[in-house]
């Protein structure tokens, strides 16, 4: 039955509450204060995208909070170019997120517009009215939403005997990397200046080394998306790989490292459909340990900053330890918060001289590739720049808009944060409905990466993806029955 206009008509007004009072909410905050209006809005436009683009929510409300971080909490680093840069990275946060959506909208279109219709063979194997299938994937709306945005598919994990050669075979690697990596020397984190042996080791690393280390990370990330999303036989084994991999990520005392194997499953995790022979009660259960976990990885990295800042010997340190103390509450409050906070400080120093650095038209995007850029198209150094304008304090991170503004000008800058953003939405609105275990990580790290994005533009900058990729393509290619598979790892 089509509903009349009298019905329409008040659920769109409805709808149009939540917005209106946003508004002037967020404008009322930016006639007091421009600075706190920009923060007050992303805040609010978390809160308004929240039920139906979650992942998009949360990047977002994540720029909301590192703006009234900068605004609120004092701290060591703060200078008058933090606060007036808010604007302008709004601003630029802005065109990204804005293109994300504008990316996912599409990507649903055309998914919409690629769904076979109905053929009088086909109606009668419908299962129901409010089931639909999918190539690959059968999947249902969630209560409260209709279409292509409630898709939620069920992870097919490949046979237990090739995951855990699989799972085993990056284990290997890892260990091989961080011999490699540590030479027999004693692993920063049980350094007594972490930060110093830190440096030693990134003086005498290359990117051979440093691939190899990334696999700790793959493993991890691989390891706990099985134990969450997979079946209950077997799942103690991957909690003990978890256990053996964040250690072995936190060996090199590095808060992302730790972090670049425990967020993205988890975010993997949320985004998929639990097993129909899970109970509600067990579905339950399963999302508040995986809110658990990302509460208690975020904590520990937090804390483990605030502690390496502590044990760190410098300028920066000294102030630091003069403002927080000895206590790990208070230090870790302060991690917190240079967290949050010292990527736009710098970024704000960065814009103060934008002039002073000509474009360089796409050099520090392809920094990942290191010495062999340097002989290729000529030496680059994001980090000289910005450790230079934070003196003492040597910050390095500058959000994700310093590499395109050095590369392409104000103006490019833009232009480049709307197409990164329209391929991220595209990207996370075409893998959300896969059914592979590779297909949901791919996701969850582009997610991951473009939340990284008020600290630093991470994947043009360190060479991860180089190993992450043909670790997922391979988990890919493991979910699939190939020929050249031995007949006992197919069981």
Known sequence: MTPTTSTVTPNRFRALVPWVVAVVAVAAVFLWDVEFGVAAAFLAMAALLFRHHMWLAICTAAWGFVFLAVLTIPGPYDSPAGPAAVPVLGFYAACFLGAWYLGRRLAAARGRSEKPTPTAETVESTPTADTFVMPAVTTRPAAGRTGLESERAELRWPAESRLRVFVLFLLLLAVIGAALKFRGDVPPLFADNPDAAREAVRLRSNLITGLFSEFWGIGLAVSLLRALTG????????????????????????????LLGIVPPLVAALSVRRSATISPKNRLRVSLVVLVIGAVAVGAAVFLGGQRT????????????????????????????????????????????????????GRYTITFTGSVGDRLFGPADLYAITAGLSKPFYMNTATFVAIPLLDYGPIGAVIFLGLLGLSVGVIDRRLAAAWSPAHHLTRAFVIYFATFGVYELYPVVQPFWLALAPGLVALYLLSKPMRWIPEWMKR
């Open 231 to 258: 079946k209950a036989e077997g799942r103690w084994a991957y909690v003990v790989f978890v256990v053996i991999f964040a250690f072995g990520a936190a060996l090199g005392a590095s808060k992302n490292s730790v």
């Open 310 to 361: 502590l044990a760190g010997t410098g300028q920066f340190e000294d102030q630091f330890r003069a403002q927080y103390g000895a206590s790990p509450l208070y230090a870790s409050v302060g991690s917190l918060d240079l967290s949050l906070s010292s990527s736009v400080e710098t970024f704000g120093r960065l814009w103060e001289v934008r002039e002073q650095h000509p474009p360089t038209w």
